[in-house]
């Protein structure tokens, strides 16, 4: 059974940095990484490792930071420099090597004084 078990996530100001994880288990996973939907939006690419190639949403270029640890499907977002627009429900993101694809309830992160 396919499970993705997030943590971190919460609230922080403005200008700081949050740091979410996700473990993937119960399968071999191609691609991992983490889209967001803020209320009323779709929901967006925020970063994903397609292989060994990183993307990045337009928006969180320069500021985020995507990383994996393919031994433990571990996969990793270093948020840096937040801003209250970033406040959304983070989803982690696994493919597997069936080609379905499997998402993680989403830890709500919250940008505001």
């Known amino acids: 059974q396919v499970q993705l078990v997030e943590s971190g996530g919460g609230l922080v100001q403005p200008g700081g940095s949050l740091r979410i994880s996700c473990v993937a288990s119960g399968s071999t996973f191609t691609t991992m990484g983490w889209y967001r939907q803020a209320p009323g939006k779709e929901r967006e690419l925020v970063a994903t490792?397609?292989?060994?190639?990183?993307r990045y949403g337009d928006a969180m270029k320069g500021r985020f930071a995507i990383s994996r640890d393919n031994a433990q499907n571990i996969v990793s977002l270093q948020m840096n420099s937040l801003k209250p627009e970033d406040t959304a429900v983070y989803y982690c993101f696994a493919r597997a090597l069936a080609g379905v694809d499997y998402w993680g309830p989403g830890p709500l992160v919250t940008v505001s004084y």
């Open positions: 490792f397609w292989g060994a190639i990183k």
